[in-house]
């Protein structure tokens, strides 16, 4: 939440200069304030877990958030409990179709990552989503495979196979401080990745649209924004609680797929021994900058967001 100070208090300048939520008395008293709309469209096949993971950091703010769950009316889902998605979930073709408004709009990674984007069997329905939030959302967050379809539709950023999967706690860089999604962030902070594909950098680098927010010469690009924040692309996992990688791991052993041990994760890369868990902080401090952000800057009325888009 942003602090209330006269604009002529010193410390004003300062603050405004490290993008620290501050506002006047002259906008305080004219702020209407109203429950933030954000909908997620839960792409991973752990249905449940995702939906714990995200609501909790969506959760940890003084904000009201009403969620909206969206699914992909061309895909049907093997792993949500029976009876789940028709009962928590909306299509998103319903969504594109009525034209309804959000502040905020998260789509989740999808374990299909090595495959084309075209031959994914609800590409097309996601690019109507991908469309339709330009003008109808305030600000999308895409994660992991979401950030690569949203960097390929919108910019054609390719993404390229890695010589083996990305798996395990990476340190992460932050490029420039102070900026919004980076306010209280260290200069290096950890966050889970788990995939098999990057983006390629020099494409992205190439694009003046897009903003290099966060990387790592281990990992690669993680964080990219466009259009100041209103498109922002993460490459990893900020979500993920303590045993989601754990999971994963034990998962591939039992299917007798390739996988090392998760790197920076076990102490003593010991699977035997529970996970220390070391991006907790900034994964919550990462999900209330974005709706700080959101709050701040989204229209009191949703309709005329496509006058701001």
Same mark, same amino acid.
């Given at each position: 939440? @942003?602090?209330?100070?006269?604009?002529?208090?010193p410390?004003?300048?300062?603050?405004?200069?490290? *993008?620290?939520?501050?506002?006047t008395?002259?906008?305080?008293?004219?702020?209407d304030?109203?429950?933030?709309?954000?909908?997620?469209?839960?792409?991973?096949?752990?249905?449940?877990?995702?939906?714990?993971?995200?609501?909790?950091l969506?959760?940890?703010?003084p904000?009201? =958030?009403?969620?909206?769950?969206?699914?992909?009316?061309s895909? $049907? !889902?093997?792993?949500? @409990?029976p009876?789940?998605?028709?009962?928590?979930?909306?299509?998103?073709? +319903?969504? =594109?179709?009525?034209?309804?408004?959000?502040?905020?709009?998260?789509?989740?990674?999808?374990?299909?990552e090595?495959?084309? &984007?075209?031959?994914?069997?609800?590409?097309?329905?996601?690019?109507?989503?991908?469309?339709?939030?330009?003008? *109808?959302?305030?600000?999308?967050?895409?994660?992991?495979w979401? /950030?690569?379809?949203?960097?390929?539709?919108?910019?054609?950023?390719?993404?390229?196979?890695?010589?083996?999967?990305? &798996?395990?706690?990476?340190?992460?860089? =932050?490029? $420039?401080?102070?900026?919004?999604?980076?306010?209280?962030?260290?200069? +290096?902070?950890?966050?889970p990745? !788990?995939?098999?594909?990057?983006?390629?950098?020099?494409?992205?680098?190439?694009? !003046? /649209?897009?903003?290099i927010?966060s990387?790592?010469?281990?990992?690669?690009?993680?964080?990219?924004?466009?259009? $100041?924040?209103?498109?922002?692309?993460?490459?990893g996992?900020?979500?993920?609680?303590?045993?989601?990688?754990?999971?994963?791991?034990?998962?591939?052993?039992?299917?007798?797929?390739?996988?090392?041990?998760?790197?920076?994760?076990?102490?003593?890369?010991?699977?035997?021994?529970?996970?220390?868990?070391?991006?907790r902080?900034?994964?919550h401090?990462?999900? !209330? *900058?974005?709706? *700080?952000?959101?709050?701040? $800057?989204?229209?009191?009325n949703?309709?005329?967001?496509?006058?701001?888009?």
């Amino acid at each position: 939440m @942003p602090i209330r100070i006269p604009k002529t208090l010193p410390a004003y300048d300062a603050l405004r200069q490290e *993008n620290v939520f501050v506002i006047t008395d002259d906008r305080a008293e004219h702020q209407d304030i109203r429950p933030l709309k954000v909908a997620i469209l839960n792409l991973m096949p752990t249905t449940l877990d995702t939906e714990v993971q995200l609501l909790r950091l969506l959760g940890n703010t003084p904000l009201q =958030v009403d969620i909206s769950f969206l699914r992909m009316g061309s895909h $049907e !889902s093997r792993n949500a @409990p029976p009876g789940h998605l028709e009962r928590f979930y909306v299509n998103s073709g +319903e969504i =594109v179709q009525r034209g309804l408004r959000f502040d905020g709009l998260i789509i989740t990674g999808a374990p299909v990552e090595t495959l084309p &984007f075209e031959e994914v069997d609800y590409w097309d329905e996601l690019v109507s989503v991908l469309d339709y939030s330009t003008g *109808n959302v305030w600000s999308t967050l895409h994660i992991c495979w979401g /950030a690569q379809a949203g960097l390929y539709r919108r910019y054609g950023i390719p993404k390229k196979p890695l010589p083996k999967k990305l &798996f395990g706690i990476f340190p992460h860089r =932050v490029n $420039e401080q102070y900026t919004a999604l980076f306010r209280g962030f260290d200069d +290096e902070f950890l966050a889970p990745q !788990s995939r098999h594909t990057e983006c390629d950098r020099d494409a992205v680098a190439a694009v !003046s /649209a897009l903003t290099i927010r966060s990387e790592t010469a281990e990992a690669g690009v993680f964080i990219v924004t466009a259009r $100041e924040g209103r498109e922002i692309y993460v490459t990893g996992h900020l979500e993920y609680d303590p045993l989601t990688l754990d999971r994963e791991y034990r998962r591939d052993l039992g299917r007798g797929l390739p996988i090392e041990i998760p790197e920076n994760y076990y102490p003593q890369d010991d699977p035997g021994r529970p996970p220390v868990v070391r991006w907790r902080a900034h994964a919550h401090l990462f999900f !209330s *900058n974005w709706l *700080n952000y959101v709050y701040q $800057e989204t229209p009191y009325n949703l309709n005329e967001l496509e006058r701001s888009g």
